[in-house]
């Protein structure tokens, strides 16, 4: 019985690391997709000023909007009333990394 209770919180053990792990990596990609795409004009991290003052930073987009909520938005490109801000289309993939890296701002 102990060795059956011992499998069991091991396999929920690796399951919570693997999970962890993979919305690490998430974090990480949608990190290098805004230091790539939006950091010329957002300020992408936790601390500092966006280099367009008119561009909001996104650790503070979740004070706007809710988060989850713009993947809609990004996978049919996001357009604003500016036109300095470039239009993006982002895959599936991208959307969920970005989304993960904007969440983890919120903290």
Do not use: W
């Not at 809609?72 to 036109?83: D, K, S, V």
């Not at 993006?88 to 989304?99: N, T």
């Amino acid at each position: 019985m102990l060795k059956v209770i011992g499998t069991v919180a091991s396999v929920g053990a690796l399951l919570i690391s693997t999970t962890a792990h993979a919305q690490d990596s998430a974090v990480q990609r949608g990190r290098a997709f805004a230091e790539t795409n939006c950091a010329r004009c957002h300020a992408i991290g936790p601390v500092g000023e966006s280099p367009l003052p008119k561009a909001p930073p996104f650790r503070a987009l979740h004070q706007r909007y809710p988060v989850d909520q713009l993947a809609e938005a990004l996978a049919e490109g996001i357009r604003t009333a500016h036109p300095a801000m470039p239009e993006f289309v982002l895959d599936k993939r991208q959307i969920g990394d970005l989304i993960a890296y904007l969440k983890s701002l919120e903290r």
